[in-house]
C-alpha cells in the first residue's frame, strides 16, 4: 500500500495552516510582479507572477488533498455505545491521485520556471524538454515521494545560489532575506525527501518551508514600507 | 540593469524622474536627456507618455520650458523605487 500521509496526528491542520500562510505570501509576490509587469512590459516579470501563481494553486490542492486523507483517518462511527474509528473511501483513490499530481506539477513547475528565470535560460526545445519531465515527475513521484523531492532541491538549490551570488553583489537585507528564504525552501525539500525515516521529519520541514515563505515576506515588506 | 545590458523601461523611467526630482522639481530637458542617457526621440516618446498620464508636466520658469513632476508623478516615483528595490531583490 502507497504511504500518502506522513503527518504526526497532533500537527495535523496545523500544518494546513503553515501553507495558508505560504498561500497569501505566494499570491503577494505574484500580485507586486503582475503590478511590475504593467510598468516594465518585461516578460521576465509576467512569468515571475505566474510561477509564484503557480506555487499559491499547488498549496491549494495539496490542501484539498491534505484535508480529505485527515478526514478519512479521523472519521469515527458511533455504534452503541462502541466509537469505531475507520477509513471511509467516499472520496476515490482518482481524486488524491489527482490532487497529488497537480501539486507536484505546480510546484516542479515554479521551480523549474525560476531556475530557467533566474538562468536567462530562453531555448523553446529546453522549455518543452522539461517540461515533458516534469509530468513524468509529477506522474511517478506519486509512487516514490522522494524522487519529487531529491529534483526540488536540485532545482531549488541552483535558485538558491544565484540568490546567494545576489545578495554576495548587492549586500542588502532585502537580498539576504530572499537568499535564506531560498536556501530554507531547498533545506524543506531534503528533509520532505527523507521524510518517511520518522514523522517528526514532516513537522521539520513543514516549519522550514514555513520559515522559507516568511524570510520572502520579511523581503517583500521591508521593500513596500520603503 | 545586470552587466550593462540593455535597460529596461523601470529603469529608464526612474531615471527621468529621478533626474527631475533631484533638479529640485523643475528639470530641463537636455539635462534628462543626458542623465538618462537616452536619445533625444526616445525622451520625446518617454515625455509624451508620462504627460498623457499626468505623471510629469511641462512648465514655463521666466519663459523657459522645464520638466516637472506632478503630485501623481511624486507618488509613482516613491512605487518606481519600492519596485526597483523589489526587482534587485528578488534578481529580475
Known sequence: MLTLLFSPKWFYGIDIAFEIISIIVALLISFYSYKLYTISKKKEHKYF???????????????????????????TMQIGSIQVQ???????????????????????MFAYGLYMLVNKKRDRR??????????????????????????MVMLLGFVSYYYYINCKKLHTINSRLVASGFIMLTLANVVFAVVELDLVLYVLAEVLQLAGF???????????RK | MRGGG?????????????????????????????????????MEGYFTELIEKGII????????????????????????????????????
Open chain 1, 86 to 108: 475507520y477509513i471511509s473511501k467516499s472520496l476515490s483513490t482518482i481524486y488524491r491521485f489527482g490532487g497529488l499530481f497537480m501539486y507536484r506539477l505546480l510546484t516542479a
Open chain 1, 126 to 151: 529546453d522549455l518543452l524538454l522539461f517540461t515533458y519531465f516534469i509530468i513524468v515527475l509529477a506522474f511517478l513521484s506519486y509512487y516514490g515521494y522522494f524522487l519529487f523531492h531529491l529534483t
Open chain 1, 49 to 75: 507572477h505566474i510561477f509564484f501563481l503557480m506555487i499559491a494553486i499547488a498549496f491549494v490542492f495539496k490542501i484539498m488533498t491534505n484535508f480529505d486523507l485527515y478526514f478519512d483517518v479521523l472519521q
Open chain 2, 57 to 92: 508636466e511641462k512648465v514655463d520658469v521666466k519663459g523657459k520650458m522645464r520638466i516637472s513632476l506632478t503630485g501623481k508623478g511624486s507618488e509613482f516615483l516613491r512605487e518606481l523605487r519600492k519596485m526597483k528595490s523589489f526587482m534587485q531583490s528578488f534578481g529580475l
Open chain 1, 214 to 224: 516568511c524570510l520572502l515576506l520579511g523581503a517583500f515588506i521591508s521593500v513596500i
Open chain 2, 6 to 42: 540593455r535597460r529596461d523601461r523601470v529603469d529608464v523611467i526612474l531615471a527621468i524622474l529621478e533626474t527631475i526630482y533631484t533638479e529640485r522639481n523643475e528639470a530641463k530637458p537636455t539635462h534628462i536627456m543626458y542623465k538618462a542617457n537616452l536619445s533625444h526621440k526616445l
